[in-house]
């Protein structure tokens, strides 16, 4: 198993309530809270994934335990543990996609799935249960991400805070647009708001669309110019890099070339701005690892 970089946080889907290892780990007992309203230190997790599959994963707290389905999941009471310093089968997981955007089913071993008791909420009793055989509305998580995205993971990236009400930044039609409103927050399918963050050598990312395209920052980001997503993956310049400035509450500020921010307009729209304080700040919620 290796760490995946970043840090993550759960949130149930159905009641956008935070998963909280309470105390940091180390506790067998009033083990995971599902009511907080946002991700602090308690809601952070280290993601770990397997080297030679990739498709297993264990959740590390803030202060190095790991979260153990008892008996790889099929209870109701004393389900979940977080005393664990290493990895074995009943802390390993697999996250599979949902056709609820963007949430994830988090499975056991035994082929179980976590469930938020009532969709989250809680502070007391049995909040988390392993005993579903299906993923249902109690049994989806959204994962969100920041610091570290990788390079190849998908996400959905949704503003957060300001006049804008949580759009999502969406490439129209899928992207390979070459202007226009090639980019904008109107949202629409998954195919239209999700995208793979490219690493650069220097720590710039390219975003890839769902169709294959590379967005562009028109004059690197110059106010007014616009952007469009037909550029090729081989042809990725300065105007396809950019800078993702980590607010330290899981949202980033998208930086261009130009040293503007990419934000989120009243109508729908996407533009750049100068000030760092006008800018739109955005969550990163993870569609696939």
Not at 24 to 51: K, N, Y
Not at 110 to 120: I, P, S
Not at 144 to 158: N, P
Not at 222 to 236: H, L, Y
């Amino acid at each position: 198993m290796e760490p995946l970089g970043g840090a993550f946080a759960l949130q149930t889907h159905l009641r956008s309530r935070y998963v909280t290892a309470v105390g940091g780990g180390g506790r067998t007992t009033d083990v995971i809270h599902t009511d907080a309203l946002r991700p602090r230190a308690w809601e952070r997790f280290t993601l770990w994934v397997d080297s030679a599959t990739r498709k297993y994963y264990a959740l590390q707290t803030v202060n190095g335990y790991f979260i153990t389905a008892y008996n790889a999941g099929g209870l109701t009471a004393n389900a979940i543990d977080s005393t664990a310093t290493s990895i074995d089968g009943w802390a390993m997981f697999k996250l599979l996609p949902q056709s609820a955007f963007p949430a994830q089913a988090i499975q056991t071993l035994r082929g179980f799935y976590l469930t938020a008791v009532g969709g989250g909420g809680h502070d007391s009793g049995e909040t988390i249960h392993t005993d579903s055989v299906d993923a249902a509305e109690w049994e989806r998580f959204n994962i969100l991400r920041c610091t570290d995205f990788g390079t190849g993971s998908t996400y959905g990236i949704q503003a957060w805070g300001g006049n804008v009400v949580n759009p999502w930044l969406t490439a129209s039609e899928g992207g390979r647009l070459s202007g226009g409103n090639a980019l904008t927050t109107r949202a629409g399918p998954p195919f239209w708001i999700s995208w793979t963050l490219l690493k650069q050598a220097d720590g710039t990312y390219a975003f890839q669309t769902a169709s294959g395209g590379i967005l562009t920052a028109n004059g690197g980001g110059v106010p007014g110019e616009g952007f469009r997503t037909d550029t090729e993956v081989d042809q990725i310049g300065n105007w396809e890099k950019f800078t993702l400035e980590d607010n330290g509450d899981f949202t980033a500020y998208i930086k261009t070339h130009a040293g503007t921010y990419v934000s989120a307009t009243l109508n729908g729209g996407a533009t750049n701005v100068l000030n760092v304080d006008e800018a739109t700040r955005w969550r990163f919620w993870v569609v696939g690892l």
